[in-house]
Antibody, heavy 117, light 110 residues
């Protein structure tokens, strides 16, 4: 079945970077985009950007421009999201999800990132 | 890109129908028929229930339906059940080839 297995929880200090992985299985990895979405505690969903695993092309939300980098390794069907210059406002659950460019369908279980000094 | 606007909460009794609105702009909701809806239970990942305005993925109950008029999309849940109590988020593709979520709606079954 289609699934995305994400890396484990992270605790980072302010100013550091975090890199979250998302291993896809059960479908043709390069046939769908990977979207990244985050959810701060008690808050709503925030779209961060997508990567096209076929070409490596990306598009990021304006709020994250210059601070987020999305990459992929097609040999191991894994996508990555790296967020730099972390602050406490970046404390959230980070989800990867498959989709066409126009929507998000199958989600991973999420990775908790805590930023604390 | 501002979040799409949803009511903070909607409630209904078992068996009733409720509708959740999702208001955007001519650059997102109004621009394409690419509005989707996801359901999220506490502590769980979201689950897609409607895509491309009014299409249900395989396995999703036909009690869920979607529609759109102008810059506003809507999700209707008919025959409300206790298991429908959750948060619901709309999502739209935008003219910048990005995505944007709604503010989220908490559905309570009375």
């Amino acid at each position: 079945q289609v699934q995305h297995v994400q890396s484990g929880a992270e605790v980072k200090k302010p100013g550091a970077s975090v890199k979250v992985s998302c291993k896809a299985s059960g479908y043709t990895f390069i046939a769908y985009y990977i979207h990244w979405v985050r959810q701060a505690p008690g808050q709503g969903l925030e779209w961060m950007g997508w990567i096209d695993p076929n070409t490596g092309g990306t598009n990021y939300a304006q709020n994250f421009q210059g601070r987020v980098t999305m990459t992929r390794d097609t040999s191991i069907t894994t996508a990555y999201m790296e967020l730099s210059s972390l602050t406490s406002d970046d404390t959230a659950v980070y989800y990867c999800a498959r989709g066409p460019r126009t929507s998000v369908d199958v989600w991973g279980k999420g990775t908790t990132v805590t930023v604390s000094s | 890109q501002s979040a799409l606007t949803q009511p903070a909460s909607v409630s209904g009794s078992p068996g009733q129908s409720i509708t959740i609105s999702c208001t955007g702009t001519s650059g997102d909701v109004g621009a394409y028929n690419y509005v989707s809806w996801s359901q999220q239970h506490p502590g769980k990942a979201p689950k897609l229930i409607i895509y491309d305005v009014n299409n249900r993925p395989s396995g999703v109950s036909n009690r869920f339906s979607g529609s759109k008029s102008g810059n506003t999309a809507s999700l209707t849940i008919s025959g409300l059940q206790a298991e429908d109590e959750a948060d619901y988020y709309c999502y739209s593709y935008t003219s910048s080839s990005t995505g944007v979520f709604g503010t989220g709606t908490k559905v309570t079954v009375l």
